[in-house]
Each structure stands twice: as structure tokens, then as C-alpha cells.
């Protein structure tokens, strides 16, 4: 049992680059989200979804994207990298947006943005 | 739009002592979660409080809900150098975030052995 699996856990992009960040969960978790860390900042959240064929906006959602076209998948699209999306960015999932049993996180992507 | 507020934002302790946590809400809470994160780590789910007044203990860890669902703390006694880490409060509110978790900005703490 994989848990949530982030691809890369390290990117450098040049400023414009567009890139995808890859999250993948085998729990059949319903629930899936996108938060970047940045220091002294906790963690916020950009993107969610409560499930396939559903996505909404979190609370800093301009200049990504993201889709949810099957249960395990959830992927995060940066259209024109910028340096302030220089951040870890941690996909998260769980049965329920309410569900007692916490979020289980993937081990981050570390991106900088030159 | 809800903000949950943590406090101490660094805490540095002597193994044995005790550490304490605080979060607080601008509005109030459905439930309220607790995570802990090791330093280059991700966070990690501890446990979640939902009843008004709650108290629940993980061995040397106490979690408390407060009586209005606006506030926790989390309490750590006789700390160990494997405590080490950003323990972060996360809470729910049906009001303005839709409903979703809203992370604290975390306690960072460090013991010195």
C-alpha cells in the first residue's frame, strides 16, 4: 500500500516554464488536495477536489490548475512558473473532506523557480 | 475569511520539559485536527477533537478542545529529543472556507538533550 506518491520531489524551472506535479493515492480516498508550505507561512491550500470530475479553489489558487479525471489521480499544472511559486507543495487525500481520520500527505515537491 | 491562529510560532525546551501549543479560531469549529511534521518531512495526522470540552491523550501528548470549539492546545510532557518537529493545528469550519481544513502556521519545536 503505496499511500499518496508526489512526483518529482525536486524540480528547478526557469521563470515561464509550465510544469506538472504528479500525486497519485491507491486508498480510494475521495478527497484529494494541493497545499504549498512556505516558511513561517503553514501550509495553504491551492486546489481540491471531492471527487472524479469535481475541482474547486482553495485559498491560493491563481497560477495553478489542476483536474481530477479519475479517483487516484490529482495533478497539479503550473502554467507560467513564477519565483513566488518557489514552495514544497504537498498532495493530500482522505475518504471524506470531514473524515475523522486525518489527511494522509505525499512526502512533497520541492520546487524553485528561477 | 476564517483564520486559525497558532501560537508559540518557536519553542525551544530541555529534554524533560514540558511544551505547550495554542490555536485559536476566528470562528467556530466543527472539529479541529493536530499533525506533526519532522523537520524535511510531511505533516502527519495525530489525532482530531470534535466534542466541546474534549480532552484525549496519546501517551505523553494531551489534546484539549475548548468548551466554545474556538480554541485547542496541545501539551507534551517531559519531552524527548524524538519530539522534535512543527506540530501543526488544522480546523474545519462550514463557514467561509467551504469547508475545508484550515492549517495554523505551526509550533516549531526543538529539545536540547
Known amino acids: 500500500n503505496a499511500g499518496v506518491t508526489q512526483t518529482p520531489k525536486f524540480q528547478v524551472l526557469k521563470t515561464g516554464q509550465s510544469m506538472t506535479l504528479q500525486c497519485a493515492q491507491d486508498m480510494n480516498h475521495e478527497y484529494m488536495s494541493w497545499y504549498r508550505q512556505d516558511p513561517g507561512m503553514g501550509l495553504r491550500l491551492i486546489h481540491y477536489s471531492v471527487g472524479a470530475g469535481i475541482t474547486d479553489q482553495g485559498e491560493v489558487p491563481n497560477g495553478y490548475n489542476v483536474s481530477r479525471s479519475t479517483t487516484e489521480d490529482f495533478p497539479l499544472r503550473l502554467l507560467s512558473a513564477a519565483p513566488s511559486q518557489t514552495s514544497v507543495y504537498f498532495c493530500?487525500?482522505?475518504?471524506?473532506?470531514?473524515?475523522?481520520?486525518?489527511?494522509?500527505f505525499g512526502s512533497g515537491t520541492r520546487l524553485t523557480v528561477v | 475569511g476564517q483564520q486559525v491562529m497558532q501560537i508559540p510560532q518557536y519553542q525551544h525546551v530541555q529534554e524533560g520539559e514540558d511544551f505547550t501549543t495554542y490555536c485559536n479560531s476566528s470562528?467556530?469549529?466543527?472539529?479541529i485536527q493536530w499533525y506533526k511534521q519532522r523537520p524535511g518531512g510531511h505533516p502527519v495526522f495525530l489525532i482530531q477533537?470534535?466534542?466541546?470540552?474534549e480532552v484525549k491523550k496519546q501517551k505523553r501528548l494531551t489534546f484539549q478542545f475548548g468548551e466554545a470549539k474556538k480554541n485547542s492546545s496541545l501539551h507534551i510532557t517531559a519531552t524527548q529529543t524524538t519530539d522534535v518537529g512543527t506540530y501543526f493545528c488544522a480546523g474545519l469550519s462550514y463557514g467561509g472556507s467551504q469547508g475545508n481544513l484550515i492549517f495554523g502556521k505551526g509550533t516549531k519545536l526543538s529539545v536540547k538533550p
Open positions: 470562528t467556530t469549529l466543527s472539529n
Open positions: 493530500a487525500s482522505s475518504y471524506t473532506r470531514t473524515y475523522g481520520g486525518g489527511y494522509t
Open positions: 477533537l470534535v466534542k466541546s470540552g
